[in-house]
Each structure stands twice: as C-alpha cells, then as structure tokens.
C-alpha cells in the first residue's frame, strides 16, 4: 500500500518538525519565559519580543527581587543602580512601555503578594491614567498572576511567529549585538538611542528631540482621546492608585511615588491639545497623598534638550537625581527638580 506508507511518512516528518520547532523555541527562549541557561551564548540577547508585560514578567519572576521599580517605558530607561544606592537588597526593574495603572496594579499585587517583594517605587505617568490605558485587573484568574503559566508557555513554544522570533534571536546572538534590556535586572538600555547621540551633533540632537512637535502623542492613548480631556475621566486610574496604596500598607511594603519628568514641550501640547483641566485635576488629586515627588513640571531639567534620548524619554541617569530627592541626598539633588506634592501647598 504505498500511499498509505506515503502517509505515514508525511505525518512521520511533520510530527519530527512540530517537536524540532517546540524544542528550538524552547531553547531559544526568545520572550524569556522559561527559566532555564540552556545555550545561554546563544540566547541571551532577546530584543524580539511580542509582549514586553509578560517577558519583564517572567523575567523578573526569575530575579526574585527585594524591591521593584514600576511604571511605563519611562520608568523601564532608569538604570536601576540609582536605586540600589539607597534600598536594602536587589532592585528589578519591572517598567513596562505603555503600560497604565491597570497593568501596574496586576505587577505590583503579584510580587508583593507572591514573590515577597518588600519595597515598591512607583513612577507615575499621565498618560498611564487616560481611559485608553485603564484596563480589566481584579479578575485574574486562569492567568500568569494567578500562576496559571500555560496560555503562556504554549505561546513560547507552539507558535511559527515564535520560530521565526527564535531564528531572530539566534541571529542577534550569533552577531553579537547589544541587548536592548538587560534582563538581569531589568534595565531598558536603550541601546539603539544612544551610540547616534553620543556621534551627532548638538543640533542634530536638538533637532531629533523637537522634530515631533507640535504633533506630539496625537493617538488614541495619549492625546487623540476625547473623552481624557473630561478631567473625571482618569477617576478610575486614581481609584487604581488608591488601591496599590492600600495594598502595600495592608502588606507592610514600602511604597515611593513619584512623577516622570516630560520634556517641557509636552506641556504645552497638553494645553494647546485641551487636556489642560485633567492634568490639573491630576496633579491637584495627587496632591492628596501627601507622598508623592513630583519632577513633571517645567524645571532646569526638563527644559534641558540633553537630558532626553527623545522627546517622550529621558535619559538614564536622571534616575539619579530623582532618588536623590526622594531619597533626601542633598548631595546630588538639583534644586528646582522635584517637590512634594502636597494639598493645598502646590
């Protein structure tokens, strides 16, 4: 019966590939979800990721920290040495580009519920409260922050997208390229940002910086939003903050807020856009907490091209000088770079 043995073969060879396609993915490991070293020389640059919230997770997950740096890709630039000087114990940074309270909730609740985490920095974004960012968060279950690991693994593994993310991991690896995070502890290096900047001229640079504007943002999720220019829009990101609040006090974990300083243009594209009243009514709510550091404002660094990498992100080493405020080490501070805020004395 040769097409029955003509059969068996093909489902022979395809039944081989399926598992040599599992296996290579398993090894390459390209979104970082397993925890294994196996070909580390190999894998250890993962620049091809399709959803960095679940990769940080992961990854993260492995670094067991003491306390964990959240927020969006802002957060995700600051080299977390900066903190290390000022914490007890091992710093991952946890940030995650475009991520809003929603997710930030979901991250902070599992580690410090789960993975014991005992300290918690917070950088706050405005965009990170815009209805667009606002997610579902209490209903976990049958997810990664349920530890239910499967939809992801069998994502990691029974994928052609994967294969082909695999084979770009290999590539990256095999050319020896520069990783853009550093997953040891979690650090977006930005990496395909700086070598231009440290080349170019300052007037490029400048240039590189102001060329989006005043275009700047005008999408769904940051200023093409209709319904964020209603101040009470972002209630519910602030009802999420009221939460992580009282989640950490309720676990005995420290908790820091603090606000990501803007290049100084976009505040202008905030007012000349119509968002003026909710970020007002943003600041004025935070205000509330009578905890948070404020650096989103017009200051001497923000106004200040070189200090950014673009016009949305500064650059690394103002970490630095945000923990120095907030950590009160006069030494490094910046006088008109971080306050308080507090009600009433804004």
């Known amino acids: 019966m040769p097409n029955k043995r003509w059969i068996q073969f093909i489902f022979t060879v395809a039944f081989i590939g399926i598992v040599a396609i599992i296996l290579f993915n398993y090894l390459m490991n390209p979104y970082h ?7 580390k020389e190999y894998n250890h640059v993962k620049d091809n990721l ?5 990769s940080k997770f992961y990854a993260a997950k492995d670094a067991n ?5 959240v927020g969006s890709s802002r957060v995700e630039h600051i080299n977390p040495k900066y903190l290390e000087a000022y914490t007890q114990g091992k710093v991952y940074n946890l940030g995650v580009k475009g991520s809003g309270l929603s997710t930030q909730y979901k991250l902070i609740k599992y580690f410090i519920t789960k993975q014991k985490v005992k300290t918690v920095i917070l950088g706050l974004d405005f965009y990170a409260f815009s209805p ?3 997610g579902s968060y209490k209903d976990t279950g049958n997810t990664r922050y349920d530890n239910y690991f499967l939809d992801d693994y069998l994502k990691s593994v029974l994928s052609f997208r994967t294969f082909r993310k695999s084979l770009l991991t290999l590539k990256d690896n095999l050319k020896h390229k520069e990783g853009r995070i550093v997953w040891e502890n979690g650090w977006d290096t930005y ?8 080349t170019q001229s300052d007037e490029w640079h400048l240039n590189k910086i102001d060329s989006t504007f ?3 943002g005008i999408n769904q999720k940051f200023f093409g939003n209709e319904s964020f220019k209603n101040p009470h829009s972002i209630d519910k990101g602030l009802e999420i903050l009221s939460e992580i609040v009282a989640l950490c006090q309720q676990n ?3 908790l820091k807020l603090f606000t990501t300083p803007l290049y100084y243009k976009v505040y202008d594209v905030i007012t ?11 600041k004025q709510s935070l205000s509330k907490y009578n905890m948070i550091y404020d650096f989103n404002y017009k200051n001497s660094v923000t106004q200040n091209y070189k200090n950014y990498v673009d016009s949305s992100h500064f650059k690394a080493n103002l970490g630095e000088y945000i923990f120095a405020k907030m950590y009160g080490n006069t030494d490094k501070t910046i006088e008109d770079f971080g306050k308080l805020l507090q009600e009433n004395l804004q």
């Open 33 to 39: 979800v397993f925890s294994h070293n196996y070909l």
């Open 50 to 54: 399709v959803d960095d919230e679940m």
């Open 65 to 69: 920290p003491d306390v964990i740096l």
């Open 132 to 134: 667009a960012n606002i």
């Open 191 to 198: 990496s395909h940002e700086y070598p231009m900047i440290q």
């Open 214 to 216: 005043p275009n700047f």
């Open 252 to 254: 005995n974990v420290e």
């Open 272 to 282: 000349g856009n119509g968002y003026a009243n909710t970020y007002n009514y943003w």
